[in-house]
C-alpha cells in the first residue's frame, strides 16, 4: 500500500477509475464553490491539498489534508476549518459520512452503493482497469505525461547475459511497461558498447575459436581474454564464411573483419536471451556509429556556446582513493556544478584522452535531439558516483530542459537451497540467463525480481520461487488468479445459466458483508497505486499490490469454506451468485492488469 507521506508527491490520475482523483476534484469544486459563496476568500489558494488513504484504516476510507493546508492561510486552527468546510462536503455522492481526526484530517465514508458502482467500472474497464489511455493522457494536469527515453541492459556485446544482467534487464521491461500505462510514450533502447577495447578483446578471443576451429590446438585460453564456450560457434562461423584466410591477414585487417562479425554474433545472443526474458527493445544504439556521425564533436560544440567548458585544475580527491578522472594539473572541464554535480568534471585526461563522461555526451545528446522530456538509464549500484555528473551533463547539454534519471540497482546472489548457485561451463565465469530461465520459467522469474526494491541487495534462491505455497508470492497470486477463473468453471457445471453469465445485469446491491466491501475498496486501490509506482519509478509496488490482492480473494474463499452462505456460488441463488461473480472477476481484471504490467502471463487454471 502507498503511504501517505509518499504519496503527497503523487501527480492525480483524472481517469474515470481513479477514486482518489475523483475526490480530489470533487473536493476543489466544493472549496471553489465556498469562495463563490463568500465563504472563503477569493484569492485563497489551494496548492498542497492532498486526496489519499487514511493513515489507519478504521478513521475511513478516504482523507484530505485540506483543513490543514488552509489553516494558516486564513489564520485559523485546522478543526475551525474543517469545521467550516464538513457540510458542503457531506453533500458530495456517495458520501455517508465525514470526520474529523488528529490534526485536523478530514475522513469520508461512503455508502456500500458507491463501492458497488466502483465495482461496476472495475468490471467495465476489464483487465485495462487503471490504465490512462492517450485521450486520457492528454487530460493530464500539469504536464505530467512525458515523451521518456528509457535505456537499459546495454550489456558491453563480448558474451551471452548472465545473471548479473538479469535485475536490470526485469525492471527496466517492467519500468517502461508500467509508465505506458501511466499513460507516458516510452521509447525503449538499448546502448551497443561497441567501441571500446572490450570489443577487441572479444575479436581476439573470437580468432582464437577461430583457430581452434580449424583444427589448432589452442590449449588454455590466455588470461586476458574471454573463455566461455560461447565463443565456439563464433569461431566455427569465421571459417565457414573466411577459409583459412583470416591467417593470413596481418592483425590489424583482420581485427577490422573479426570485430564487426563477433559482435554481430554476440548481440544475436543477446537479443535471443532478451527474447526470452520477454523483453523488446525500440532501438539499438551503436557507440561506433555515434563516433562515425561526429562523436563527440557537437555535444562538445554545445558545451563550449553555452560557456560550460573551461580550462582549470581541480582539488585533490578528498578520500584517499583516487578517481581515475582526476589527474593534477590544468585540464578541460565542464562546468558541471552548474547543474547541481558537487563538482566541475574533467572531459579530457591530461594524455588528451576522453574521459568516462565524456564518452557518454554523444548518446545523451542524440537522445536529447530526438525530442525526449527525460532520460531514464537505470545503473548497478557500483555506478552510484556518475548518478550527478550524468544528470548534470544531461542538463548542461538541453539547457536544464531534460530531465536524466538513473535508478540504481543492487547486486543479485542466485542461490540453490541456500548456497550459492555454481558458475556455468557456458558462461566461463557466469551463470547464463537461459540456464536460470530452464530453473524455474520466465514468469517466475520477472515477477521475483521485482519482489525487494531495485536498489535493495537481493538472494534469489531457484529452490524457494519453484515451491508451491503462500510463502512464495508469484504462485500465491497466480493461485489467487487462477482460482478465480476455477469459480467460473464451477459456476457453470453447478448453474448452467451461469455457463455465459450477463455480469453487466448483477444486483450488486446483493454484495452486503463488510468482508466483500473490504475488498472492493482494495481493488479501487488500484489506479492510485499505479500511477504511484510510475511516478516513483518503484514497479516493486505492484507485486505487493497483488499478493494483497490475492490475500484478500484466498480469505474470502477460505470463509467461504466455514460458512456455506458465504460461498462464491450459492446453487439455490441466481442472482447472488451472479452478483459474486462480478466481484470475482473485479478481482481478476486487477490481478491481469498488475500482471501485465509485470509481462507475467496469468494462469487460468494450476496442476502440481
Not at 554476440?266 to 556521425?293: N, P
Request: proline share 7%; aromatic share 8%.
Amino acid at each position: 500500500m502507498i503511504s501517505p507521506a509518499s504519496a503527497a508527491a503523487v501527480p492525480l490520475n483524472p481517469s474515470a477509475d481513479n477514486l482518489f482523483g475523483l475526490m480530489h476534484q470533487q473536493i476543489m469544486a466544493a472549496l471553489k464553490g465556498l469562495q463563490a459563496a463568500g465563504q472563503l476568500p477569493p484569492e485563497l489558494r489551494f496548492d498542497g491539498i492532498n486526496t489519499e488513504p487514511p493513515r489507519e484504516q478504521a478513521h475511513g476510507e478516504v482523507a484530505t489534508n485540506a483543513a490543514m493546508v488552509l489553516a494558516k492561510p486564513l489564520g485559523k486552527a485546522p478543526r475551525a476549518v474543517a469545521d467550516l468546510l464538513l457540510p458542503t462536503l457531506q453533500q458530495i455522492d456517495g458520501v455517508a459520512a465525514v470526520e474529523v481526526a488528529g490534526p485536523g484530517f478530514i475522513n469520508f465514508r461512503f455508502h456500500p452503493a458507491f463501492w458497488h458502482g466502483q465495482l461496476g467500472k472495475i468490471l467495465n474497464a476489464g483487465d485495462r482497469y487503471g490504465y490512462l489511455t492517450p485521450l486520457q493522457k492528454g487530460a493530464q494536469k500539469e504536464g505530467k505525461s512525458e515523451k521518456i527515453n528509457l535505456e537499459f541492459v546495454s550489456v558491453n556485446p563480448t558474451g551471452p547475459m548472465h545473471v548479473g544482467h538479469l535485475r536490470g534487464a526485469i525492471f527496466g521491461d517492467v519500468l517502461a511497461n508500467l509508465l505506458i500505462a501511466a499513460g507516458n510514450q516510452v521509447c525503449r533502447e538499448y546502448y551497443v558498447n561497441d567501441a571500446g577495447n572490450q570489443v577487441t578483446v572479444l575479436a581476439r578471443s573470437s580468432f582464437l575459436r577461430y583457430r581452434e576451429a580449424l583444427g589448432e590446438d589452442i590449449g588454455a585460453i590466455p588470461e586476458g581474454l574471454y573463455p566461455g564456450d560461447y565463443l565456439k560457434p563464433v569461431g566455427e562461423a569465421l571459417v565457414q564464411q573466411h577459409g583459412r584466410a583470416l591467417l593470413t591477414l596481418p592483425e590489424d585487417q583482420m581485427l577490422a573483419i573479426v570485430r564487426p562479425f563477433a559482435v554481430a554474433q554476440m548481440l544475436t545472443l543477446i537479443k535471443a536471451d532478451l527474447a526470452s526474458l520477454g523483453v523488446v527493445h525500440d532501438i539499438f544504439t551503436s557507440e561506433a556509429g555515434l563516433y562515425e556521425k561526429g562523436g563527440i564533436d557537437k555535444p562538445y560544440q554545445v558545451l563550449e556556446q553555452a560557456d560550460l567548458i573551461y580550462r582549470g585544475t581541480l582539488p585533490p580527491p578528498k578520500s584517499k582513493k583516487v578517481s581515475p578522472d582526476w589527474v593534477p594539473g590544468e585540464l578541460v572541464l565542464m562546468r558541471s556544478t552548474r547543474y547541481g554535480d558537487d563538482q566541475d568534471r574533467p572531459l579530457k585526461r591530461s594524455n588528451g584522452d576522453w574521459t568516462y563522461i565524456a564518452g557518454d555526451l554523444p548518446n545523451t545528446w542524440q537522445k536529447i535531439e530526438r525530442g525526449f522530456d527525460a532520460l531514464i538509464v537505470p545503473l548497478g549500484v557500483d555506478h552510484a558516483g556518475y548518478v550527478a555528473r550524468f544528470e548534470a551533463a544531461a542538463a548542461a547539454l538541453s539547457n536544464g530542459k531534460v530531465r536524466l534519471e538513473a535508478p540504481l540497482t543492487a547486486l543479485v546472489k542466485f542461490l540453490e537451497n541456500g548456497a550459492l548457485k555454481k558458475m556455468s561451463k557456458r558462461g566461463g565465469t557466469f551463470i547464463t540467463v537461459a540456464e536460470v530461465i530452464e530453473e524455474v520459467g520466465r514468469d517466475s522469474l520477472r515477477f521475483m525480481m521485482l519482489w525487494r526494491k531495485h536498489n535493495m541487495p537481493m538472494d534469489f534462491d531457484l529452490a524457494a520461487v519453484r515451491e508451491q505455497s503462500r510463502e512464495n508470492p508469484v504462485f500465491y497470486v497466480q493461485y489467487a488468479h487462477a482460482r478465480c477463473c476455477s469459480v467460473f468453471r464451477q459456476a457453470a457445471e453447478a448453474m448452467p445459466q451461469l455457463a455465459q453469465p450477463d455480469l453487466a445485469a448483477a444486483d450488486l446491491s446483493l454484495l452486503t458483508e463488510d468482508s466483500v466491501l473490504a475488498l472492493i475498496r482494495l481493488l479501487t486501490q488500484w489506479p492510485r497505486l499505479l500511477m504511484a509506482a510510475a511516478v516513483e519509478r518503484e514497479p516493486h509496488r505492484i507485486p505487493y499490490y497483488l499478493y494483497e490482492v490475492a490475500g484478500a480473494l484466498h480469505a474470502l474463499w477460505n470463509e467461504g469454506r466455514e460458512e456455506t452462505l458465504l460461498r462464491f456460488i450459492q446453487p439455490t441463488d441466481p442472482a447472488l451468485t451472479l452478483a459474486r461473480l462480478v466481484l470475482v472477476q473485479g478481482v481478476r481484471n486487477v490481478l491481469a492488469a498488475g500482471l501485465a504490467i509485470l509481462g507475467v502471463v496469468p494462469v487460468e487454471e494450476l496442476r502440481s
